[in-house]
């Protein structure tokens, strides 16, 4: 009878302890499941917000966004089409909310994504991308500003046709302080000609002209044009 009893605290003692370590598995499994829906569901970052442009010329424009906090880096996207396929050119780190794109072509529509991304051992988890930013690069310096007619009251003036550009402004100057003051903007595809009329005779003019490219209300000058020194006829 006692060997029997015996045998039954053994089987007894031998399932507490089997429970005991079902229930230390079973705790390790939870957590090992949590960890993993940490890495696969809250280690993503929020989305990019407050994406612009601060600088841009005719080649190159500068970007800067929000900081999202927690990331590791950010992912910056570009596309010549608003809906078209956006490559990643670059990556930044954490610390760093803004990035220059060099070596563009002058006078082009350019779209912009960035996603920020959280590094997870071995994983990246990338957030949503911003909205799609929309800009241009700035039109080239106008060439080869030059007369080709001068009466007495009037000077018509030609350059180089800027390709890609929305228009052109003409500035007038009476002296040669440089007091420019515009007197034309063209805005008709291709016409790189203006006709200055009612001037006087006898007198000094300087003139100079620079390109712009507009896009979506916004609008980006190229450089101006060397002056041009123009003496009207008698």
């Known amino acids: 009878m006692r060997k029997k009893l015996k045998n039954i605290l053994v089987v007894l003692l031998t ?3 089997i429970m005991s370590n079902m229930g230390s598995l079973s705790h390790s499994f939870a957590q090992t499941n949590i960890e993993k829906q940490n890495i696969t569901t809250d280690c993503k970052p929020n989305k990019v917000i407050d994406l612009r442009v601060t600088m841009k010329n005719s080649d190159c424009i500068k970007l800067e966004w929000n900081k999202v906090k927690g990331a590791s880096g950010y992912r910056i996207y570009r596309s010549t089409m608003k809906n078209g396929f956006y490559r990643r050119i670059d990556e930044v780190c954490g610390k760093t909310t803004c990035y ?26 990338l ?86 490219k507009e896009l979506n209300g916004q609008v980006c000058f190229g450089d101006f044009s060397d002056v041009l020194t123009i003496c009207t006829e008698k």
């Open 15 to 17: 399932l507490t302890v």
């Open 100 to 125: 220059i794109d060099k070596e563009l072509d002058s006078g082009t529509n350019y779209y912009y994504k960035v996603k920020a991304f959280k590094k997870v051992e071995d994983k990246i988890c």
């Open 127 to 212: 957030g949503l991308p911003s909205d799609i930013l929309d800009t241009t690069t700035c039109p080239p310096t106008v060439k080869n500003l030059h007369a080709n007619c001068i009466s007495n009251s009037f000077v018509e003036l030609n350059w180089q046709t800027v390709y890609k550009s929305s228009g052109y402004e003409v500035y007038r100057a009476s002296g040669e302080s440089g007091n420019f003051t515009r007197v034309a903007t063209l805005t008709d595809n291709g016409k790189s000609c203006y006709k200055d009329k009612n001037l006087k005779s006898r007198k000094k003019y300087y003139y100079k002209v620079r390109a712009f």
